[in-house]
C-alpha cells in the first residue's frame, strides 16, 4: 500500500529555544521583583511573607494539578527578588555606622577591615584652570567594626567610603586599620541632571563616608590580613602587575595598559577616558565580555595546538578565566561573559547541548544574585543588550551557499583575487555587526553619558583589533617579564606599538567633523519603548518572520527619538537659577524665548564643574546651545569651566570684563585660547551698559571702562537683570573699593541679591544689606570653614538667606501671577512679594 511521505521538519536550533529554556522565566520573574522594590521600596517582611504565602500557593494547586501552579511559582520568585534587593540595599543593622553620621560631618574614630582594593588617586600634571594642585589620595572601602567613643570603642557595623588625602597607602583587602576623620552621610545631588552619589553609594551597600585628613596620627595598621583573604591575594597580585606594567611601558600608556589589562584606570586622566568615551570606544578599557572573548579564543587555540583534550582544554579555560574575571575586580560585564563561558564548558563538560537563552539567563541571575543592584548598572546594561544582538540579532545572518556559477567564476580567478574578496566580504560582515550593535546600545549611551559618536561606526573593528593584540602581548609581558625578560623586551615592544596605533587612532578620529555631539536628556518613556521592542524583535518569532513590517515602525521610532533629543525646547518661561556647584559660580538665565544666558561658569575645585553640575543641568532643561556666557571676573572659580562647555555646547557669543583679558594669568591665556581656536566672538562691557534679551532687561552698574585698582574682585561686573516686576543683582566676587563705588549709585531694592563673594562677611556689609534691601540673598558657596564673627546683616531687614551648600540650587520662576523662589535639595518654596518673616510656601523634606 503505497502512502504519501511528507518530508521531516527542520529541528529548531537551539539558538532559536528562547521562551522553551527553563531559566527564561526564572530571570524575567527575580528580575521583576528586583525593579518593583526598586521603585516602591518594599518592606523586608512584607515581601518575605509574599515568598512563603506563594510557595505555599504553589504546592498547593501543584498537588490539585492545576496547570497554573508556575504562576504561583513565579511570583514567589519576585517577591524572593524583591526581598533580596530590599535587603541588600536598604536593610541597617541596629548599630549602622550611617546612624552616626551627619550631613555636616563630625570628628571620629574607627576599626575596621579594609573591604575592596584601594585605589590610588595621583597627583594630576599642572593644570591652568585648577587653583589648588590635585594632591595623591588613597580610595577605599572600610567595613567598620568599632566606633571610639569618650575613650571606649563600641562595637558598629556597615561600609564606609573612605578617602586618606595626602598619600597614597601600602594597603590591601583584609587589612585591619584605624582611621581618624570626619565621618559624613553621602551629599544628596544639589542640581536637578546631577549625579546621585549617594544612591551611587547606597547601591554598593555604602552608608557614609569618611574623609582622612594629611596628617601622621591619621591612619593606623593594626594587622596585615591580606595574607588570610584570596581577594587580598588578587589585589597583591594585581599591583604586581600593575607594577610591571610602569616598569616596562613610558608614562603616557601606563594607564591605558593597566585598565586595559588589569582593570585598574586609576592612572588614567580625565582627558584620556574622554577621549575614549567621546569616539564610542571606551569598552576596550573596561574588562569586559570582549577581553574575555579574546583570551578564550586564544587559549582554546593554544589548548588545540597543544593536542589538549575538549573537555580538558574547557576546564582549564573556564578556570583561568573565572580567576582573571574576579582578578580585575568582579565586575558586571565581565561575570557576565565568566557566567556565559562557564554554562557553555559545563556543556561541553557533560557533552549536554546547551541554549543560548538558557546560558543568556543563567549569567542574568548569576549578576543579579552577586549583587542585585547591578542590573541597574549602565555597564551591565550595555553587556546584556550587545550579547542579546549578537546572538539572537546578527547571529542569524546564516551563511548561504555558493552558488554553482559562483564557483565556476571563483575557479578562473587567481588566488590572491579570491582572498582579496573573501577578506572585503568578512570585513564588510565586521562592520555590518559593528553598525547593528551600534545602533543598539548608542541610545542607552546617549541617555547616561549624553553622547553620540557616529565615529564608531568606522574605528570600532579596529579598534577591536589594536586593544586584542593589546591585550595578548600584554599578557605576554605580564607572564614573562619575571623569568625570560630578553622575551619581556619583544613583548614590550610589541605591546607599545599595539599601545600606540590604538591611542593614534582614538585621538586623530576624535577630531573628525561629527565624529560625535553631545545630546540632551533622553526621554525614559521612549527609552523604555525602544528596548521593550528591541526585545520583542529578538525573541519573538512572528516579527523576525515579517520584520519588513516592523522595520518602518523601528525607523520611525529612532526617528522620533532623535526628534525628540535635537530639537529645542520649548520652556516659554523666565527662570534664574543659582547652580549649586560649590565655591563658585554659575547663574543660569533661561528667557522666555528658550535662549540661555550663563552668569560666570567655574568653581574652586576644578574645570569639572561643567561637567558634574553645569551641563547635566542645561541636558535636563533640554539645551544644547547656549546663547551668552557672561564672565564677571578674572578668578578661576568664576570661569574656569568655560572651555569644556565650548566643547559640549554651540556658544552664541562669552561677554568679558575690561580687565579680563589684561589679567594673563595661565587660566585667563587657555581660556582666551579656547575662544580663537572655536572661533567665538567676544565683546566687553562695562558700566553703563543696558540691553534686552525676549524682554529680559540687562543692566552693568559695575565696573567701569578703567579701574578701579587692585585684585580681579574689585572689578567684578555687577549685573541688574529685570523682567515682569522681578528684579535680581548678580555681584560676582564684588569686594572694597569696588563694593564702595556701586553704594555712591542710586539706592536698588531688588527682589533677589547674590551675596557677593561667596556670602563672605567682608562683601556682605550693612551697607549693601540697606542699599539692596532684598527679599532673598543666595550663597553660592562651598562648606563653611568657620562661623562668622559678625552677625548676617541681612536678617535685621527680615532677608531670606539661602545657602546652594546646604539648600541646593536656588530656582526663581514665575507660578500664575507669582514669583517663586524654590531650593531644589531641600525641596522649600516662598513666594517673592509674601509676607518676609513668614514660613515657606511649601515645605520641603
Same mark, same amino acid.
Given at each position: 500500500m503505497a502512502t504519501n511521505s511528507l518530508p521531516p521538519l527542520a529541528a529548531p536550533k537551539l539558538r532559536d529555544l528562547i521562551w522553551q529554556a527553563?531559566?527564561? +522565566?526564572?530571570? $524575567? @520573574?527575580?528580575?521583576?521583583?528586583?525593579?518593583?522594590?526598586?521603585?516602591?521600596?518594599?518592606?523586608? +517582611?512584607?515581601? $518575605? @511573607?509574599?515568598?512563603?504565602?506563594f510557595v505555599a500557593a504553589f504546592v498547593a494547586s501543584k498537588r490539585k494539578g492545576q496547570t497554573h501552579a508556575p504562576v504561583w511559582l513565579w511570583l514567589a520568585l519576585a517577591a524572593a527578588g524583591a526581598s533580596w534587593h530590599q535587603w541588600y540595599r536598604d536593610s541597617m543593622a541596629p548599630n549602622d555606622i550611617r546612624l552616626f553620621a551627619t550631613a555636616e560631618g563630625r570628628p571620629v574614630r574607627l576599626r575596621g577591615i579594609v573591604d575592596s582594593e584601594p585605589v590610588q588617586v595621583r597627583d594630576l600634571a599642572a593644570d591652568p584652570l585648577r587653583s589648588f594642585a590635585t594632591k595623591p589620595a588613597t580610595r577605599l572601602t572600610v567595613r567598620v567594626r568599632q566606633l571610639e567613643h569618650r575613650s571606649d570603642w563600641h562595637p558598629v557595623s556597615g561600609l564606609v567610603q573612605s578617602t586618606i588625602a595626602g598619600k597614597q597607602m601600602p594597603l590591601h583587602v583584609g587589612d585591619e586599620i584605624e582611621l581618624t576623620g570626619l565621618l559624613a552621610l553621602p551629599p544628596a545631588p544639589g542640581n536637578p541632571g546631577a549625579f546621585d552619589y549617594a544612591e551611587f553609594l547606597r547601591d554598593q551597600g555604602i552608608g557614609a563616608t569618611l574623609h582622612v585628613p594629611d596628617a601622621s596620627d591619621a591612619v593606623d595598621v593594626l594587622r596585615e590580613g591580606w595574607p588570610h583573604s584570596a581577594w587580598g591575594w588578587l589585589a597583591v597580585l594585581r599591583a604586581r602587575g600593575v607594577t610591571l606594567l610602569e616598569e616596562h611601558l613610558p608614562a603616557g600608556q601606563r594607564g591605558v595598559a593597566a585598565a586595559l589589562l588589569l582593570g585598574d584606570g586609576s592612572a588614567m586622566t580625565h582627558d584620556e577616558w574622554e577621549q575614549y568615551l567621546r569616539t564610542g570606544v571606551v569598552h576596550v578599557l573596561a574588562i569586559s565580555g570582549q577581553h574575555l572573548v579574546v583570551l578564550a579564543a586564544f587559549l582554546w587555540f593554544a589548548c588545540r595546538v597543544l593536542h589538549v583534550r575538549r573537555r580538558t582544554a574547557a576546564l582549564v579555560i573556564v578556570l583561568l578565566l573565572l580567576g582573571y574575571a574576579l582578578l580585575t575586580g568582579g565586575r558586571p560585564p565581565v561575570m557576565r561573559a565568566a557566567w556565559m563561558v562557564t554554562?557553555?564548558?559545563?556543556?561541553?563538560?557533560?557533552?549536554?547541548?546547551?541554549?543560548?537563552?538558557?546560558?543568556?539567563?543563567?549569567?542574568?541571575?548569576?549578576?543579579?544574585?552577586?549583587?542585585?543592584?547591578?542590573?541597574?548598572n549602565t555597564g551591565c546594561q550595555l553587556s546584556f543588550v550587545a550579547v542579546a544582538v549578537l546572538i539572537w540579532g546578527t547571529g542569524r545572518w546564516e551563511a548561504r551557499e555558493q552558488d554553482p556559477l559562483e564557483k565556476l567564476i571563483d575557479e578562473s580567478r587567481s588566488w590572491a583575487t579570491i582572498v582579496a574578496i573573501r577578506f572585503f566580504r568578512w570585513l564588510g560582515w565586521l562592520y555590518a555587526v559593528n553598525a547593528i550593535v551600534w545602533l543598539a546600545v548608542t541610545?542607552?549611551?546617549?541617555?547616561?553619558?549624553?553622547?553620540?559618536?557616529?565615529?564608531?561606526?568606522?574605528?570600532?573593528?579596529p579598534m577591536v583589533l589594536f586593544s586584542s593584540l593589546a591585550l595578548l602581548l600584554g599578557f605576554g609581558l605580564l607572564l614573562t617579564a619575571p623569568v625570560l625578560p630578553p622575551l619581556a623586551a619583544l613583548f614590550t615592544v610589541l605591546t607599545k606599538a599595539s599601545l600606540y596605533l590604538a591611542d593614534v587612532l582614538v585621538r586623530w578620529s576624535s577630531g573628525w567633523p561629527g565624529a560625535y555631539s553631545f545630546v540632551p536628556d533622553v526621554p525614559a518613556w521612549w527609552l523604555v519603548v525602544f528596548y521593550a521592542g528591541l526585545l520583542a524583535c529578538l525573541s519573538v518569532p512572528w516579527l523576525q518572520g515579517h520584520w519588513r513590517r516592523s522595520l518602518p515602525l523601528g525607523v520611525g521610532w529612532l526617528a522620533l527619538g532623535g526628534f525628540l533629543v535635537y530639537w529645542p525646547p520649548d520652556h516659554r518661561d523666565f527662570r534664574c537659577t543659582f547652580l549649586a556647584v560649590g565655591h563658585g559660580g554659575c547663574t543660569v538665565i533661561e528667557t522666555p524665548q528658550n535662549r540661555v544666558i550663563l552668569y560666570d561658569a567655574g568653581a574652586i575645585t576644578g574645570p569639572d564643574v561643567t561637567r558634574r553640575h553645569i551641563a547635566p543641568f542645561l541636558w535636563k532643561r533640554g539645551y544644547r546651545r547656549i546663547d551668552e556666557i557672561i564672565v564677571s571676573h578674572g578668578d578661576l572659580d568664576h570661569f574656569n569651566g568655560v572651555p569644556q562647555l565650548l566643547e559640549r555646547f554651540a556658544v552664541g557669543r562669552v561677554t568679558l570684563t575690561p580687565s579680563f583679558a589684561a589679567h594673563a594669568t595661565p587660566g585667563i591665556s587657555y581660556t582666551l585660547?579656547?575662544?580663537?581656536?572655536?572661533?567665538?566672538?567676544?565683546?566687553?562691557v562695562h558700566a553703563p551698559a543696558e540691553w534686552d534679551v525676549d524682554g529680559v532687561h540687562f543692566e552693568v552698574l559695575h565696573p567701569p571702562a578703567h579701574g578701579p585698582a587692585g585684585v580681579e574682585n574689585v572689578r567684578s561686573l555687577v549685573l541688574m537683570v529685570r523682567h515682569e516686576g522681578l528684579t535680581a543683582l548678580l555681584t560676582g566676587d564684588l569686594q572694597e573699593p569696588g563694593l564702595k563705588r556701586v553704594l555712591a549709585l542710586p539706592s536698588r531694592p531688588v527682589d533677589v541679591l547674590m551675596a557677593p563673594h561667596h556670602g563672605s562677611r567682608a562683601s556682605n556689609t550693612k551697607e549693601l544689606a540697606a542699599w539692596a534691601r532684598p527679599k532673598f540673598v543666595v550663597s553660592c558657596q562651598g562648606p563653611p570653614t568657620s562661623v562668622p564673627k559678625e552677625p548676617n546683616p541681612y536678617e535685621a531687614l527680615g532677608s531670606r538667606?539661602?545657602?546652594?551648600?546646604?539648600?541646593?540650587?536656588?530656582?526663581?520662576?514665575?507660578?500664575?501671577?507669582?514669583?517663586?523662589?524654590?531650593t531644589f535639595a531641600t525641596r522649600n518654596q516662598w513666594e517673592v512679594g509674601a509676607d518676609r518673616s513668614g514660613l515657606p510656601f511649601r515645605e520641603g523634606r
Open positions: 527553563p531559566l527564561v +522565566p526564572v530571570a $524575567l @520573574a527575580f528580575t521583576s521583583g528586583i525593579i518593583l522594590d526598586r521603585i516602591a521600596s518594599i518592606r523586608l +517582611p512584607t515581601s $518575605l @511573607a509574599c515568598v512563603v504565602a554554562a557553555y564548558a559545563g556543556g561541553m563538560i557533560l557533552r549536554r547541548p546547551v541554549l543560548p537563552a538558557n546560558t543568556f539567563a543563567l549569567a542574568w541571575l548569576g549578576v543579579a544574585a552577586f549583587n542585585p543592584t547591578d542590573i541597574f541610545p542607552l549611551i546617549a541617555a547616561r553619558y549624553h553622547v553620540v559618536s557616529p565615529v564608531a561606526l568606522l574605528i570600532g573593528p585660547r579656547a575662544l580663537e581656536r572655536m572661533g567665538l566672538p567676544s565683546r566687553v538667606w539661602l545657602s546652594t551648600w546646604s539648600q541646593g540650587a536656588v530656582t526663581i520662576r514665575r507660578d500664575g501671577n507669582a514669583w517663586m523662589v524654590e
